[in-house]
């Protein structure tokens, strides 16, 4: 499961859901936020974040924070267009569904290479 996934499940109190609200609204832009910073903009402790990191089984904020921006810059260069876990809605015609699982075949086979 992506950790953006594991991110969005219910199992987070209203201030880490807070904090992980801001973390998608900013994604990028917190690169070269601190820990403080973060806080700060959330109106949480800096601790919030580790016990964040902590429940979603990493050993630290750091290690949270790059793999975070690892999957969002994965996503936004391979998945800009299409959402992985519903490429399709209802309203596509059958053109628009079998270009988007095409889409999301080639990538895939180009990931596995």
């Known amino acids: ?4 996934e594991k991110m ?18 900013e994604r990028e832009r917190i690169h070269d936020k601190t820990m403080k910073q ?9 601790s919030m974040l580790s016990r964040i990191a902590m429940k ?4 630290g904020w750091i ?6 921006l690892e999957e969002i810059e994965y996503l936004n260069r391979h998945f800009s267009d299409i959402d992985a876990n519903e490429p399709f809605s209802p309203k596509d015609n059958l053109m628009v569904v079998a270009n988007k699982l095409a ?3 080639q990538m895939t086979i180009e990931d596995t290479l």
């Open 8 to 25: 969005k499940q219910d199992l987070f109190s209203k201030l880490e859901r807070a904090v992980i609200d801001y973390l998608f609204a």
């Open 56 to 59: 979603l089984e990493f050993t």
């Open 1 to 4: 499961m992506l950790l953006t």
């Open 38 to 46: 973060i806080a700060e903009a959330t109106y949480t402790h800096p």
């Open 103 to 105: 889409a999301l075949k």
């Open 63 to 68: 290690e949270l924070k790059e793999q975070f």
